[in-house]
């Protein structure tokens, strides 16, 4: 399977200062993140949010000791991280998949925070041919080096896609005919029970939170790993692996 290409940058990048992250931004940079220091205002700052607005970029407003800690240098009350890689939108994607003739297979993450799992996670839905993962843009875990290292280098292969209104992807990846299958504790279905040969997107939900209850009322299915053991549950990077390799193990022609 051909993923699409993309810049590879070995590590995250710090920009500081005001004009820097405004020039950054129209560059078109990808910014992972931005802090901005709370109650901060002026010309400047609000060309910055004008181009927040208008690139679709959150920011969390911090105390100034924040920043400090993050940097000694100048920082006129804005840091911007540059991400290591370039997102991509699944409505670019599902389209092309289709025309290709194949099957798409979409892994839809809600709010995994951790970035070792998030890389350890990539790393096996590259391995299983998933053609997407799609993150939150708010609540979700950073793609820097350590996720990358985690990833074996995986995240700068399958395509990944950041969105700012998840429902409204999710509801996307619905209407153009994939199945949603979430893997929850919350039914009596187990992972074998759904056909993932049709277009599916399989949701995983964070270890703490599992998946935001509308997703759950809209999905297609629900399905929960058995589990025989006195520990009630997995690392969501294990549980990952499991559900996708059923999704493998429906897809793949038996052999002679």
């Known amino acids: 399977m051909a993923f699409n290409s993309r810049p590879q940058r070995e590590s995250n990048q710090m920009v ?120 939150p843009a708010k609540g979700s875990a950073q793609i820097n080096p350590d996720a990358i290292k985690t990833s074996a280098g995986a995240l700068y292969k399958i395509p990944v896609c950041r969105h700012d209104n998840f429902m409204q992807t999710v509801r996307f990846l619905q209407e153009s005919g994939l199945q949603l299958v979430c893997c929850t504790e919350k039914t009596r279905d187990n992972i074998y029970k759904p056909d993932y040969t049709v277009p599916t997107a399989i949701v995983m939900g964070s270890e703490e939170d599992g998946i935001r209850n509308e997703i759950i009322r809209i999905s297609d299915h629900l399905a929960k790993i058995p589990m025989f053991g006195e520990i009630e549950s997995l690392n969501v990077s294990v549980s990952t692996g499991i559900i996708l390799y059923e999704a493998v193990r429906q897809r793949t022609p038996p052999t002679t």
């Open 16 to 135: 500081f200062g005001i004009r820097a992250v405004v020039e950054a931004i129209r560059s078109g940079k990808e910014i992972e993140a931005l802090f901005i220091q709370r109650g901060i205002s002026g010309g400047l700052i609000q060309e910055l949010k004008e181009l927040m607005a208008e690139y679709q970029i959150t920011a969390q407003q911090v105390p100034v000791e924040k920043l400090n800690r993050i940097t000694q240098k100048n920082h006129q009350g804005v840091i911007g991280v540059i991400s290591p890689i370039v997102y991509q939108k699944i409505e670019n994607i599902i389209p092309d998949v289709f025309e290709k003739g194949e099957t798409p297979l979409v892994l839809v993450l809600d709010s995994i925070t951790d970035v070792r799992n998030m890389g350890a996670i990539a790393r096996t839905a590259e391995c299983a041919g998933v053609h997407a993962i799609v993150i």
